[in-house]
C-alpha cells in the first residue's frame, strides 16, 4: 500500500489528506481530533498535569486556567532568525525547532492512526512566500521544514505550492477547461495563482506549463487578528497614551502582545520593569489604570487569551455589523471587580485593515501582470483558506474580477485534499 500522504500544515489549523484504494481521482482528509479533520496548529505544556495537549484540547486547557504555555502560530518561525532559538517550558529549554517536530511528529501519528497505516512519503505544503522578498531566507524556512519532516519519520519529503493543492482539489470537480485565480488566504500567508486547469491536464504530472504565474504576500488572518488588536485593544492597555515626558507610551510591547509567537515574550522580569518604569512616569489617572491592566495581565499570562478574544472579535464581525467583546480578565489590580466590555462596529474591523488589503489586492495585480492576464481573462476566482472568508476581503477581490464565477472551496481543507492526490501522483 502506498505510504505517501499530503500535509497541510498551517498557520493556524492543519490538515493530511491521503488517496484511499479505490478512488480514482479524489482524495480524502483524514480526521485528526475526535471526527474532525483539522487539528489547530496549537501546543500546550500542561505544567499542572505534566503532559502535552495539541489542537482543540490544548486551547481548551490552556482557557481552563491550567498552568503551563501555550504556543500557537509557530510556521511562521520559519525562515526567521527565532527558529534557531528556544523558549522556557516547566523550567527547561525548549528549542523552537523541537516544537514544530513535536507538533508535525503528533500530525503524523495521528494520520496514521486515523489510516490504519504508516506514512513515510509526504507532499508539504508551502506557501509562494514564506518571506516576502527574501530568496535566501525562504530556501531556509523550505530546508528547515523539510529536515524537521524527516526527523519526525518521513524519509521522502517534497513540495507543491498551496494555491496548486487548492487547485488540483478544484480541478477534480471540473468538466471543461478553466482560467482560475486560485485566492488561498490562510492564517499566515494571502497567495494568488493563475491557473489552467481541465480533466484532460489534470492526467499530466508535471504542470508547470499551466501555471501562468503566482504571488502573495505574508498576511493572513493572524494578521487581521493583530491589527484588529492593536487599533481597538491594546489602547485598553495604554497604547497610544501620552507620558508626563509628552512622548508616546513605547509601542513595542504592545506589537509583541498582538502578535502570536511573539507573546512568550513578555514574561520577563525585565519586560515587566520597564512598564513598572512607564508606569511611574505618569500622572494621568486613566493611563494609569490601563498599564495597571496591562502589568496584570503579563503577571496571570493572559496574553494568548487577549489574541483568542481579538481572534473571536474578527470572526464575529465577518457576520455581524456590532459586537460586544467580553473582556473579563482584563482587570487591573485595584478594579478587579470591574469588567471591561468593548463595543466593535463592522467599520472598525475594515479600518484596522485596510492597508492590509490594500497589499493583497496589490499581489492580485502584479500575478496578473506577471502572467499577462487582464481580468475579463479570467473564468473564476476559487477562494479557499479559512481567511478568506472575513467579510469586505471577499468583496474586494470579487469587485477587480467582476466577470469571474466566485467558487468557494473547503476552506479548511481544500488544500490538504489537493496535497493529498499530488502525493499519490508523485510517489505512485
Not at 485593544?233 to 502570536?260: D, Q, R
Not at 500575478?367 to 472568508?389: H, P, Y
Amino acid at each position: 500500500m502506498l505510504q505517501a500522504c499530503g500535509v497541510d500544515f498551517g498557520t493556524s489549523n492543519s490538515t493530511v489528506g491521503w488517496h484511499q484504494p479505490g478512488q480514482a481521482s479524489q482524495s480524502a482528509l483524514l480526521t485528526l481530533e475526535d471526527d474532525k479533520y483539522t487539528l489547530p496548529s496549537v501546543v500546550f505544556f500542561n505544567a499542572d498535569e505534566d503532559e502535552v495537549n495539541f489542537g482543540r484540547a490544548a486551547l481548551a486547557s490552556y482557557l481552563a486556567g491550567y498552568e503551563g504555555r501555550l504556543m500557537r502560530s509557530m510556521k511562521s518561525l520559519l525562515g526567521t532568525s527565532l527558529i534557531d532559538g528556544q523558549t522556557e517550558v516547566q523550567g527547561r529549554a525548549l528549542p523552537f525547532r523541537q516544537l514544530l517536530a513535536s507538533y508535525i511528529g503528533e500530525l503524523k501519528s495521528r494520520a496514521e492512526k486515523s489510516s490504519g497505516q504508516a506514512f513515510t512519503q509526504a507532499v508539504f505544503g508551502r506557501p509562494v512566500h514564506f518571506i516576502d522578498d527574501d530568496r535566501k531566507a525562504d530556501r531556509v524556512a523550505e530546508d528547515t521544514l523539510k529536515q524537521i519532516a524527516r526527523s519526525v519519520g518521513f524519509t521522502e519529503v517534497e513540495f507543491q505550492y498551496e494555491p496548486i493543492a487548492a487547485a488540483i482539489d478544484y480541478e477534480s470537480r471540473i468538466d471543461k477547461e478553466e482560467l482560475v485565480l486560485i485566492a488561498d488566504i490562510g492564517g499566515g500567508t494571502s497567495d494568488f495563482s493563475l491557473v489552467r486547469l481541465s480533466p484532460e491536464r489534470s492526467q499530466h504530472t508535471n504542470r508547470q506549463s499551466d501555471i501562468l504565474g503566482n504571488g502573495g504576500v505574508h498576511i493572513g488572518g493572524t494578521d487581521f487578528d493583530k491589527y484588529l488588536s492593536l487599533t481597538q485593544v491594546m489602547p485598553l492597555l495604554g497604547l497610544g497614551g501620552i507620558l508626563n515626558n509628552g512622548t508616546e507610551v513605547p509601542s513595542a510591547h504592545y506589537f509583541n502582545l498582538a502578535t502570536w509567537h511573539t507573546i512568550n515574550l513578555l514574561y520577563s522580569q525585565k519586560v515587566t520593569r520597564e512598564l513598572q518604569d512607564i508606569y511611574r512616569d505618569t500622572g494621568n489617572s486613566d493611563l494609569r489604570l490601563r498599564l495597571e491592566r496591562f502589568l496584570h495581565l503579563l503577571e496571570q499570562r493572559d496574553g494568548h487569551w487577549l489574541a483568542i478574544k481579538a481572534e473571536e472579535a474578527k470572526i464575529m464581525l465577518s457576520d455581524q455589523d456590532r459586537i460586544s467583546l467580553h473582556l473579563d480578565r482584563l482587570r487591573s489590580k485595584t478594579q478587579t471587580s470591574v469588567e471591561c466590555i468593548l463595543t466593535l462596529e463592522q467599520t472598525d474591523f475594515q479600518s484596522s485593515i485596510a492597508h492590509l488589503m490594500e497589499q493583497i489586492e496589490t499581489a492580485i495585480r502584479q500575478v496578473c501582470i506577471s502572467a499577462e492576464v487582464t481580468a475579463r481573462e479570467i473564468d473564476t476566482v476559487f477562494f479557499t483558506g479559512g481567511s478568506s472568508g472575513v467579510r469586505g476581503l471577499r468583496q474586494r477581490i470579487s469587485a477587480m474580477l467582476p466577470e469571474a464565477k466566485k467558487v468557494e472551496g473547503d476552506l479548511f481543507g481544500s488544500i490538504g485534499a489537493g496535497l493529498g492526490l499530488d502525493a499519490y501522483r508523485r510517489f505512485s
